[in-house]
């Protein structure tokens, strides 16, 4: 069983910059690929990037791409999004995702342990 916590959300103008930490506990978990979703109120919740085990691999949806990097830092089981150039469609809750497959993947199925969420909030 892994724990999965979020942090770093909370309001900012737009145009500015958030990182987004997701720490993991209960086991190690360096072998796993990690994904960030969201959900903004009344839609569903959409991919926005994930990365391989290695960090080597990396996938982001169209509409965050050149703005969102995701990173990790296996030592510290925690894994990053920065998010810059943040418009007002970017406000949505963010979760992190754990999936038990080897490849990154996109669908929300494939991931097994979510976090509770972080609330980001970009006023225009």
């Known amino acids: 069983q892994v724990q999965l916590v979020e942090s770093g959300g909370g309001l900012v103008q737009a145009g500015g910059s958030l990182r987004l930490s997701c720490a993991a506990s209960?086991?190690?978990?360096?072998?796993?690929?990690m994904g960030w979703f969201r959900q903004a109120p009344g839609k569903e919740r959409e991919f926005v990037g994930a990365i391989s085990w290695s960090g080597i691999s990396t996938s982001y949806a169209d509409s965050v791409k050149g703005r969102f990097t995701i990173s990790r830092d296996n030592a510290k089981n925690t894994v990053y999004l920065q998010m810059n150039s943040l418009k007002p469609e970017d406000t949505a809750v963010y979760y992190c995702?754990?999936?038990?497959?080897?490849?990154?993947?996109?669908?929300?199925?494939?991931?097994?342990?979510w976090g509770q969420g972080t609330q980001v909030t970009v006023s225009s």
């Open positions: 209960g086991r190690a978990w360096s072998t796993y690929v």
């Open positions: 995702a754990e999936s038990s497959v080897r490849r990154v993947v996109s669908t929300s199925g494939e991931y097994n342990y």
